[in-house]
């Protein structure tokens, strides 16, 4: 049997599935649902309207990588299943490809979109609210977004036009380097944030800005804690305790 | 207040919960969008808008990855947001201390969130067992239908969290928002500008950069004495 190749509509559709990848993510099998529900549009078009069971169990078993990286790993196992299914050997089974970029791919996934994208998003549209900028959080889910579906549109179909060359591609791209500068010009913004609201309480109490300075050993001393495994709940807790029991004896 | 704003909030919970982990993750579910999104649905969007910027930064720097669960910061703000409006309504208590309070109250209920979406993934569990039974009868139909059955459990997971978080804070504020407005307002900007310091810290701390102390120190002090000559 040779296989059509697989149709731009039916890869629109599996394509459109990626964004339910972990609508059943679970402890045992983690995304294992959500990637060969990704997959099925595929595999229908090659297999038929029922895929066979020994497919079905390949692409049920343990899976977990980044959500927004999962689709460059179908594609290239759609396109691998499609050169098994024209009798042509593939360079490797889909199921150890999966087994061999998953945790690679994770890693470059966490440290770019969680670790890096999403806090610099989040500090940029904070900054603006702080201005009084009321589409702040649009700017923040622009900002998130268009590599997000970029990533997740354009992985799906690297993935499955370029096959096993779409890790090249990825590699080339050096994402791992991106995430460190993102994260700097993080931090960088939150510096200027940090300031910007010590010198507005130093207004506020009518003083000289100059004294928003002591703001800093204390953000320091803070974070120091968090590196220490301090949780967010316990600052605030002691902090708010603090200045509304100052509050309460001054009254 | 009527029915319709515990509605109204009843089905962005389940919504925005679901771009938690389960749809998209496209962040409407950080609280910086969400807070503002229930405020603006429910009337309020000042305050909507104050209780996403004084809750984005508390647990932005703990990342959903693998089994690591983070409190649910999406109903939280949704929470805080109803809680304000309740204390408008019910007290007459509005402007940044009444919503701080409603802050305060919703943040540690926060944590019943994460003990809610381990239970939706632990009911996930059996979704990912039925379906390797179907995959071995070749029922790829049943696949698709136990994969999107798992967005009910990550819904309900959303709206109990809610729920728990607007009853209890009710409960609470209703006594206690008359004898602390007081103290909250003394405290000035004092107590609204630390949730941002604190969440600050917290990201400073967690993002792994190695001169990141010494990028976040430059760039405070310049700003400070720019803004001083200024």
Known sequence: MTPSPVPWLVLLRGCGRSFLLQASWNFERM???GFCYQLLPGLRRLYGATPPAEVLQRYTGYFNTHPFFAPWVAGTIL?????RLSGAAPPIDGADFQKMVMAPYAAIGDALFWGALRPLAAVVGLFLSVQGIIWAPLVMLILFNVPHLLCRCCGWLLGYLQELRSAETLQRLRLPDAAVWLKEGTIILLGVLCAMLAVRGCEHQELDALWGLVLLPVVLLFAGLARRGVTSLAMVVITTVSLLGLALVSQ | MGISAYLTTGALAVLLGLDRTAFLQSMVSRPLVAAPLTGWLLGIPQAGLEVGMLQELLWLGQLPVGTVIPPDDTQVAIGATLLALTLDRLLGLHGMPAVILCVLVAIPLGQFGRYADRRARQANNSLARQAEVAAAAGDSRQIEWLHLSGTGHFALSGLVTCTAIVAVGTLLLYPLAPLLIGAVRETGLSLQYSFTLIG????????????????FGVAFVATLLVLWLR
């Open chain 2, 200 to 215: 600050a810290a917290m990201l400073l701390g967690t993002l792994n950069v190695s001169r990141g102390l010494l990028l």
């Open chain 1, 31 to 33: 995304q294992n649902l």
């Open chain 1, 79 to 83: 396109r691998l299943e499609e050169q």
